[in-house]
Structures are given as C-alpha cells and as structure tokens.
C-alpha cells in the first residue's frame, strides 16, 4: 500500500514557469538553531512527468534523468536552462534510477514490466532492456561501472547485473520488502533498506552474500553513503528520523530526529550536508553532517519524494512528486565547517550568492589565512588563529562587503588521556578519549591505521579499536578537519601464557605468596586461584605475584590470569593441603 500510494497520490501538476535565480540571504543563526523559514526560498519548479519518483544526475552535472512512474516516461532535465529537454518512453512503472560513473549509461528499475531499461545519455535513446528482475524498485551502480545492483521487492533479493553482458548473474536474498539501496565508494557494501523487515542488509560485494543484518528500523526507505565511504545514512519514514550507520562496525551511531516522514535523503559531494525530503509536511531539511544536526528546513515543497545534490554541490533537485515538478533549491549560504580550533587551519566552504569577484575574506577583523574564489557560489577559506566565534565577511570589489556566515572558535585541540590503554591483537574493544576542541574531529589514528569515531563531543569521544597484526605499543592520533593532534600510547597484547607456579603448594588457610611465570604478563588485570580473586602484583612481562586465598577443602586448584590480551588458565597448577 505504501508502494501504491507513493505512486498514485500525485495531484493535477499545475504549470509552473521557471522565475529567475534570486541571490541567496546570508544567514546568521545562533549555533545549535534551526531556521524555520517563514518563506520559502524563491527557487525554480520544472514541470515533468506524471507521478514522478527519483532523480540521477550525470557526474558532469549536464543532464539530470526524472522517473515519471505514472507516464512510463523518464524526464531529462537541462541544469544550464532549468528545463525538461527531451522525454524518453520506458517500460511500465519506472522507479528507480542510476548513472554510470563514466555518466555514459543511465539506468531505470522498471516496477510493472519487471526490466531494466539502459538509456545511452549521449543520444537519450534505450538501448536495451535486461529481464529476470521480480518488481524492481531501486538500483545504484558499482563505482567501477562494471555492476548494477536491484532490488527486486517481489523476490525479496537484491540481483546483480553485469552491465557488459547486460544479464542477471547473481541473486542475493534478502529480508523482505527490499526497497533502496546504496553502494559504498570503494564498491566493497551494498546497503539494502528492507520496509516489510524494518532492517538493513549489508551486502558484501565480493562474495554476493549478506554479512550484516541491522534490526530496530521503523520503514526505513532512503539510504545514500558518504563520500568517504564511513557513514551510510537511512531515512525511517515511520519513525521520523535519519539514521546514522558507521560502516566500520554496521551499527547505529547516531540518529536525528524531527523529520516528518522522511523520505530520499541525499548527501553533499564534500560529505558536509545532508538533504532529507520531509513527505509529512512538504518540506526539505539540510542537516550538518559534523555534528549531525538540522541547520535549516526549507517549506514549500509538494509531497517531496527523492533528490540528487549536484556534483558542484551547488544545488539540490527535489522531486515533488504532489505537483508533478522538480524543484531546484540552491545549497544554504553558510561556512561548512563552521567550527574549528583556535589556533586556526581549517579548511572550509563558503557558500553564497554573487562571490566571484570576492577580493577578500574576513573572519572578524582578521584575513582569512588563504582563500580560493571557485565560482559565483562558492569560495574555500582556511581560518586564521582567533580566540571567539565570528561573523565571515567577503569583500566583494572594493566596496561592498556581504556577510555569508559563521564561525565558531573551539579552544584548542588536546587529548589527555585514552582508557582503556591497552588490548588485544583482535582489537574491538571501546576506547574512550578525553581531551576539549574535540568536535570536528574525522578519525583516530592508531599508528597507520584509521578509524572513524561512534560518538563525537567536544570533550571525549568514543571509538573501536582495530585489530592489529603484531603485539606492542603504537601512537594514538585524533585527526579533525584541520590537524592531527595527540601522543597517546595504546599497546596491543597478546594472549597470556602460564608456564609455571611456584610453590606448587601451600595450605587451606591461603596467605601464601607464589611466583607465577610466563608470557605476555605485564597488563595482568586479575588472578584467581581456585576460581577466587587474588591479590597479586606485576613483576615484569613474564612473572607476577600472589598471594593465595584461604579454601575449605584441599585438592588442586585451577590458576587463572587475565589480561587485557585474554585469558590463560593452568589446570590445578596449585594444591592446596
């Protein structure tokens, strides 16, 4: 019914002619608010076809492909005049839609005839039509070009098709009601949101199989990766929220809420912003993806249902599907990041209106360290040392200044401790890092090796540990968006071994001290003997001491050493007489 009523609750499409591109406001907001306008941001609406669904966009950002589910009709929009350039007739129920990364090829989920139709963009023709697909709804392209993965919701599985052969050479099953799926830039995961299971599969690209079911989704429906390849991001249009899913570990580090049943959520080139179309009360939210919070909700909009962010970042192209339009809503004016540390060095993106002859940037009364004018829109700065939050100003010629944002000054950088600092070979335990100016913090560095944070606050955050190959000590690192700071120690170890106790015996009141030998020793956490705690004390890597408890009966006791390696036990290593 959800499927049925997406489709067909598209109203009369009223005409809309395509008004002239206004300059964007300035937006200034105390940090942590949401701006809620009043007006919408005067934007263009692109009449297309009847009951439109999804959007794909060229990686050139030429031709933006509409699917008009109603009209069996794919809609191709012209970004450079705003305007629907030519329509391709496709089979019946077009849905989904995908580019390929050479932007050569574009392909359509064809709901009704159970197909996928393969349009050359250089002519905007079909090519072809690949069977054996069980009621498509969604697809994405593997980076190389070489696959294209569907989800067939009527066969609960998700089918892999060769785009060389253009034939089925795999099928996966899956949980039911597969709806979207989204690929990871490194072309390794698929992640499959499945509606009738509320669930996520995690798909292993390299064996065809599922290696990771996620459970506690209420209709989870979009999913769309970040550039970085560390966070998948999953709209639940029953619970109202966006989901955060790190790809490390395949589970939930973060959720934002306050999202009237979202629906498709697209993610910024750069991986700062995220766009979540708000079906319940047709509107768009624009979410910082740094600390995961809603920065502005754009209303106006006519049950929006997908979006596509442009490759420039420029503009995001929502689908309405209530109106039977594409709507073009340009990226919030703003800095992205907008917080940093005060010793300056971040790096950040200016977005605006009317900056190409930009002559200066200021943070306050300081110049920006360095910047680069890219285009009209958009300008990349790096901040300067300052102690406070400060408004940035660019001069535009040599007169007039405009004001495009803000930035939020953190006290500098430290980390001054990591608990625990030790653990085995296997890694996964949880780490924990204190320290302040830790907010924009992207990555933990254990010597090479790094991992992106589960939790992020200015003062700690939280991370699994990797695994690591050999045993020893290697520098802990937090990486944010402008430095690397950090000398922690964290020291991998191996599993303990005992090799002997002495003495081997003593008596039934305890107290007496004994000398246990082996290996790997030296981060000892407890011994018990006879399976009761005893005091003991670290000598060296390969011999501790303790001190026997008391026990009713004689025999033989078990001697057991824990360490943050693991667990080694000696089987009645000591006799109690």
């Known amino acids: 019914m959800a499927l049925q009523r997406e489709a067909l609750r598209s109203r009369s499409a009223a005409t809309v002619s395509p008004v002239p591109r206004p300059p964007l406001r300035a937006v200034s907001r105390s940090r942590g608010d949401v701006m809620e306008t009043n007006e919408p941001l005067l934007v263009e609406e692109i009449p297309v076809g009847h009951a439109p669904i999804i959007a794909a966009i060229t990686p050139d950002g030429r031709q933006v492909y509409v699917t008009n589910f109603g009209s069996r009709s794919i809609s191709v929009i012209a ?25 050569l090829r574009a392909y359509v989920a064809c709901f009704g005839a159970n197909t996928v139709a393969v349009i050359d963009t250089t002519t905007n023709q079909v090519t072809a039509s690949i069977p054996g ?121 973060d959720t934002v809420t306050g999202l009237p049943i979202p629906f498709g959520v697209a993610v910024s080139p750069d991986g700062l912003l995220a766009y979540v179309a708000r079906d319940g009360d047709d509107s768009v939210s624009v979410i910082d993806l740094i600390r995961n919070e809603i920065t502005s909700t754009v209303p106006g909009f006519h049950a929006p249902s997908w979006l596509v962010v442009t490759p420039d970042g420029s503009d995001a192209y929502v689908v309405n599907n209530g109106n039977e339009t594409v709507r073009v809503l340009p990226a919030p004016s703003g800095a992205y990041p907008d917080v940093g540390p ?78 625990p600092s030790s653990g085995p070979l296997s890694g996964g335990s949880t780490l924990t890092v204190t320290g302040r100016g830790m907010i924009s913090t992207q990555a933990v560095r254990f010597g090479t090796v790094a991992v992106t944070p589960s939790s992020v606050l ?120």
């Open 133 to 253: 697909l069980n009621k498509p709804l969604d697809l994405t392209v593997s980076p190389d070009g070489s696959r294209l993965y569907v989800a067939s919701q009527g066969g609960n599985r998700v089918d892999v098709i060769s785009t060389a052969t253009g034939t089925l050479v795999a099928s996966v099953p899956v949980g039911a009601g597969p709806r979207n799926v989204a690929i990871t830039p490194d072309g390794t995961e698929v992640y499959v949101t499945e509606e009738g299971a509320n669930a996520v599969d995690v798909i292993d690209t390299a064996t065809d199989t599922v290696i990771a079911t996620l459970t506690g989704f209420l209709f989870p429906r979009g999913v769309a990766a970040s550039p970085d390849g560390k966070r998948v991001y999953v709209t639940e249009y029953g619970g109202d929220m966006l989901d955060v899913i790190d790809t490390a570990t395949h589970s939930v580090v």
């Open 79 to 103: 970004p450079t005049t705003r305007s629907v350039i030519t329509t391709i007739g496709v089979a019946n129920g077009p849905w989904g839609v995908a580019v390929a990364p050479d932007g």
């Open 342 to 419: 005060m010793s300056g060095g971040t790096s950040l993106r200016i977005i605006g209106e009317g900056l190409g002859n930009t002559t200066a940037v200021r943070f306050g009364c300081q110049p920006a360290a360095s910047f680069t004018v890219l285009s009209d829109q958009e300008i990349l700065a790096v901040s300067p040392r300052l102690a406070t939050d400060v408004k940035i100003d660019t001069l535009i010629g040599r007169h007039t200044t405009q004001t495009v944002g803000r930035f939020y000054y953190l006290p500098d950088s430290m980390l001054t401790q990591i608990t």
């Open 458 to 577: 200015d003062d700690r955050l939280t991370v699994t540990v990797p695994p690591a190959e050999t045993t020893g000590p290697v520098t802990v690192t937090v990486v944010t968006r402008s430095n690397s700071y950090g000398r922690a120690t964290f020291t991998y170890v191996g599993p303990p071994g005992i090799t002997s106790v002495r003495p081997s015996a003593g008596s039934t009141t305890g107290g007496d001290p004994v000398l246990i030998a082996g290996t790997e020793l030296a981060h000892t956490q407890s011994v018990t003997i006879g399976g009761v705690a005893a005091a003991f004390g670290v000598i060296s890597n390969s011999r501790i001491t303790a001190v026997t408890p008391p026990r009713a009966l004689p025999g033989p006791a078990n001697v057991t050493v824990t360490t943050t390696g693991g667990t080694a036990t000696a089987p009645g290593a000591f006799v109690y007489i």
